[in-house]
């Protein structure tokens, strides 16, 4: 049987630095219905900045 995709959707988590810098994760959609917001670490800067969900 094949995994269910449309619950668990793959995303990607782009800097707010303005670097390009991305992480790609999975979100879970009907916890977190909005644009996911996460606070990591920017290599290109060498700093934690926060990276919102684009799509």
């Known amino acids: 049987m094949a995994k269910r995709n449309d619950l668990r959707p793959i995303v990607k988590l782009r800097s707010t ?4 810098f991305t992480y790609v994760t999975r979100k879970n959609r009907r916890n977190n219905p909005d644009r996911l917001v996460m606070r990591k670490y920017d290599p290109a800067v060498r700093r934690h900045v926060d990276f919102r969900e684009e799509r």
Request: glycine share 50%.
């Open 17 to 20: 630095a303005g670097t390009g």
